[in-house]
């Protein structure tokens, strides 16, 4: 055998394992949902647990900044802050940390 592949130490049997390597750390992407009670912004998000994740606000969906650090139990967890109606509409999501 010869050719770049070759040269550079990876074999074709290293290539086709490396989807089976790589499946088994995917990771389905989070979801959310929010109810508005009594003041409070109630938001629960899906994941995996043993994993960790921020949750992160914006205003303009370009700046992001870390609210808090989770990690789900039974697949979810929930963030929870006042509701303030001086404030403009804002957006939240989670990011898997690394």
Same mark, same amino acid.
Do not use: K
């Given at each position: 055998?010869?050719?770049?592949?070759?040269?550079?130490?990876?074999?074709?049997?290293?290539?086709?394992?490396?989807?089976?390597? !790589?499946?088994?750390?995917?990771?389905?992407?989070?979801?959310?949902?929010?109810?508005?009670?009594?003041? !409070?912004?109630?938001?629960?998000?899906?994941?995996?647990?043993?994993?960790?994740?921020? #949750?992160? +606000?914006?205003? +303009?969906?370009? +700046?992001?900044? #870390?609210?808090?650090?989770?990690? $789900? #139990? +039974?697949?979810?967890?929930?963030?929870?802050?006042?509701?303030?109606?001086?404030? $403009?509409?804002?957006?939240?999501?989670?990011? !898997?940390?690394?």
């Amino acid at each position: 055998l010869s050719g770049p592949q070759t040269n550079w130490g990876i074999s074709d049997a290293a290539y086709e394992a490396l989807p089976a390597q !790589l499946l088994m750390r995917l990771r389905p992407e989070s979801r959310g949902s929010l109810d508005q009670t009594n003041g !409070l912004c109630h938001l629960r998000f899906t994941g995996q647990d043993g994993f960790f994740y921020y #949750v992160e +606000n914006s205003l +303009n969906l370009l +700046n992001w900044t #870390v609210r808090q650090t989770n990690t $789900p #139990v +039974n697949g979810s967890f929930e963030f929870t802050e006042p509701e303030d109606p001086g404030l $403009p509409p804002h957006f939240y999501r989670t990011r !898997l940390m690394p």
